[in-house]
């Protein structure tokens, strides 16, 4: 027989008190925190359907510049009947006229660190804090540094925060990888490579990566920076960032996957010699060594799709993810799950890094065993 | 040929202004942070001997009960010459006399929560912080909740933070999980286990699991509590908590682990029929529900070292680290590497989960090619 230690009941209440008050774990009886959604493309209303089931948050309308969705109610454009008769505003000002000001938008409306602030700014203004799934705000100084200067400075006066997150940049790529080195008594390199099977995503993805194309036409728009997925330089800045890395150099690849026999998904029909996806790699150097190197193969039917880190250093450290993390679901599961660690944060504009560690949010608050599902 | 994005030189500089002045990353050119090792014990002296490679920390002196170190330099005790003058006080006040108030302390003096914080008071009530691998401090409100809401109190008067850390508990078994679960939209239950190689670890390890031990004698001394990997029942506490998971029992039993043959390592010599390690486990439930699975093996020459972390819920998440993470090398490097996040921290008592995303703080500082090891 195994010897066992019995615990008996644990005492919940007493360990509220001890720690429910601390800044990453809001106490669930709390108020609740006043969301809006800027942004109703396929991400954007996703957003608001798992937003719909948080108890802890409180949805007051969204904004959206297409005058086919000003004036709708999001119920109705999402099927929450929870959203009342919350709707869709042309401009952030108007929503904060009508509604009043919420405590956090989310924000999945664009790639570019400079447009995105710039949207944001009526909110920023006021104080008022922005999740986004924006890939180069992942880490905005590398590509517009003095933007990025100007937004700190501003939250930083108005006591709002603004940070990126996602999954990829903003997690599998960057995020965990870092997490991992926090065992680490050295790092000389870091290696991820992420493997996705894109016959599973949303037509908006097989078509962002080039399936069916014609391979050069790829690689022509991938050269004029308008194909392949974003923010992979901004994973590397935020990795060499937290290493304490100065790169002098990071360098961007992408080749097209070409079909060797027909490939076939809902949504496209590809011909042997046509594109399925990508072969995306970025790398990152100090002093003329590779210390960060990233690789990322995403096209349809790929075989074994999986996540893997390969940390060099003191102790090494291997990790894998069977599987890899799902992009869609899990993308607006990460902007969620920020907004109560966001929200602790000091005022600025802050890195995913900057921020308490991740963790799920649980919709329903606190569960006992009566209200587990 | 590859399509290539060429990002030229990065701007550094403008990259520090941006963020750097951000918490969780102090500027490398600031003064250095200021810490004293409480504890000089095994992994006392090789915590000083990983903060003597840091350019961005001054260790001021120790502090230890031993006459048989009191007294002694630091750099006597560990070879390193950097340390100076600096030499093992009796007690913290006694050290703050002498050298004056550090910024941290380094505790690494004792499992019990209520001990450690009774130990750590005078550095508290000065507001001075301090960074432990006490065991129970990764979830102190889980046996002494009372304590552990005095303590916070008194941080949050004083201004002072303390926190746990360590490779487990407070990374692989909990903290980890918890990061991973950062992209879920649901989680419905975790399991973790954890298969060390005794047989590489130090001569304690070895002998906390009963290496050599009759197998009825460990079971009598686990029952006791004097046996057994200590925090299991933490690190479960820990995982509910973030996942908003209120317990109504935590169960823990260990199993000796017993030679089929002959086992010999450098420190011990086991026959068939004795102990040579543990397979101990630990579990929450929620409403009648296991919600939380740990399963920990450490004994001599177990084979393929792994840790792996399975949830089920939205994505389905499988992690695996080939090899595992090393303890001993690893505990000392998550107490250094917290540093910086703990002074970003609020005043307070405060779980891991409640700081900055772990990671890896570079010994040199910001290094560029040059500097590059």
């Known amino acids: 027989m195994a010897a066992m230690v019995g ?5 919940p209440a007493r360990s509220a008190t001890a720690h429910a008050a601390g800044p990453a774990v809001p106490v669930p009886s709390m ?13 954007g209303i996703e957003s608001l359907k798992l937003a719909a089931d948080q108890s802890w948050l409180e949805v007051t309308g969204g904004v959206d510049i297409d005058p086919a969705k ?20 042309p401009t952030l000002e108007a929503l904060i006229g009508a509604v009043g000001q919420p405590d956090v938008v ?8 400079a447009v995105s602030l710039a949207q ?16 180069e705000l992942i880490f905005p100084a590398l590509k517009t540094p003095a933007v990025a200067a100007e937004y700190d400075a501003l939250c930083r ?9 996602g999954v990829n940049p ?21 290696y991820v490579e992420r493997v996705v099977n894109a016959s599973t995503r949303r037509q908006p993805l097989q078509a962002k990566i ?3 194309q014609n391979p050069d036409d790829f690689r022509a728009k991938f050269a004029a920076g308008k194909a392949g997925h974003a923010g992979f330089q901004q994973s590397v800045a935020l990795l060499a960032h937290a290493m304490g890395w100065k790169l002098d150099e990071v360098r961007e690849t992408c080749e097209p996957v070409v079909a060797t026999s027909r490939v076939v998904t809902r949504f496209f029909d590809v011909a042997p010699g046509q594109s399925v996806g990508i072969h995306q790699k970025c790398v990152g150097l100090c002093g003329g060594e590779t210390r960060i190197k990233l690789d990322l193969q995403m096209y349809l039917d790929a075989p074994l799709p999986h996540d893997a880190i390969v940390i060099k250093g003191r102790p090494d450290l291997n990790l894998v993810l069977n599987g890899g993390v799902a992009g869609d679901d899990a993308t607006v599961a990460a902007l969620i799950n920020i907004v109560p660690r966001l929200l602790a944060a000091a005022p600025g504009l802050r890195l995913m890094t900057e921020l308490a560690v991740p963790g799920w949010r649980n919709p329903r608050g606190v569960e006992n065993g009566a209200a587990a599902t």
């Open 7 to 11: 615990l008996g009941p644990l005492q």
């Open 31 to 43: 108020k609740k925190i006043k969301v809006i959604q800027f942004g109703l493309g396929p991400i």
């Open 70 to 89: 000003v004036g709708r109610s999001l119920a109705e454009l999402t099927g929450a009947a929870v959203f009342g008769a919350a709707k869709v505003h």
């Open 106 to 113: 989310l924000h999945t409306a664009g790639s570019s660190a």
């Open 120 to 135: 944001m700014k009526p909110a920023l203004e006021r104080g008022i804090s922005v999740a986004s799934t924006c890939e």
């Open 157 to 165: 006066r108005t006591g709002a925060r603004i940070a990126a997150t």
């Open 170 to 190: 903003g997690f599998v790529m960057d995020v965990l990888p870092i997490c991992l080195t926090g065992v680490s008594r050295e790092v000389t390199s870091i």
């Open 210 to 212: 080039g399936s069916g």
